[in-house]
């Protein structure tokens, strides 16, 4: 495999006070961790990708076919009941990039700038298990069974809440509000004021010599 790339992970700018509050048991805290009730629509639009991406992995290597982007896309599009994009890939490897591995394509593909599309059908996808801790992230290659897929929910989840949360704060100084709750203030619009995840290109814009692969930990 070629040389890993560090991709910038999405990390809140300070802790997460709905998850850390001692006013919130253990058991309700766990119950919040996949509150999908507490991110926009787009974020839980990603949830549904990665749950449909696990099962497209599963039922590939039952199949014992390449989990290629053109092979994976139909599968988690009829899961999630909306079309799998690279950008959705790219995104999901962005912020959970221990998890979720994006690798170079194992045939030959033409490099013709001209046919970006046609390369990332090519692009390899692979699901890795992670236990994330205060410190370090821990893994092991091609996870898929259920207590992996939860893990890796679980670790997308609180990335994407820590996104939000970062959202609100930056609203809350640009408002100029005063606000000490545990949810978001009520003036906040989950749709009109979080920001998009980004999705860093797959392929830089002049044709390289290999595939940039996002991949971190």
């Given amino acids: 495999h070629p040389p890993r790339q560090k991709a910038e992970l999405l990390r809140p700018t300070e802790p997460v006070r709905i998850m850390a509050s001692a006013k919130i048991s253990a058991s309700g805290a766990e119950a919040l961790r996949f509150d999908r009730s507490l991110l926009p ?3 839980n639009t990603l949830m549904d990708m990665l749950q449909g991406l696990e099962q497209a992995l599963n039922l590939l290597a039952i199949r014992r076919t390449t989990p290629e982007f053109c092979a ?16 959705h890939l790219s995104q999901l490897a962005s912020i959970i990039p221990e998890a979720v591995a994006i690798l170079p394509p194992t045939s030959r593909v033409p490099l013709d700038s001209r046919k ?12 890795d298990d992670v236990e994330e801790s205060d410190s370090h992230c821990h893994r092991s290659q091609n ?4 207590a992996a897929a939860r893990a890796r ?16 704060s930056r609203y809350l100084r640009r408002e100029c509000h005063s606000y000490d709750g545990l949810l978001w203030h009520k003036a906040f619009d989950l749709e009109r004021h ?24």
């Fill in 116 to 127: 970006i599309n046609r390369r990332s059908d090519h692009l390899v996808i692979r699901l």
């Fill in 41 to 43: 629509v787009l974020h």
């Fill in 143 to 146: 996870r898929l069974e259920p």
């Fill in 194 to 217: 979080v920001a998009d995840i980004p999705a860093p290109p797959l392929y830089p814009e002049a044709p390289p010599a290999e595939v940039r692969t996002i991949r971190s930990c």
């Fill in 153 to 168: 929910r679980g670790l997308l989840h609180t990335r994407l809440l820590a996104h939000v949360q970062n959202c609100h």
């Fill in 72 to 87: 994976v896309k139909p599968i988690v599009s009829s899961v999630a009941k909306r079309t799998f994009t690279v950008k």
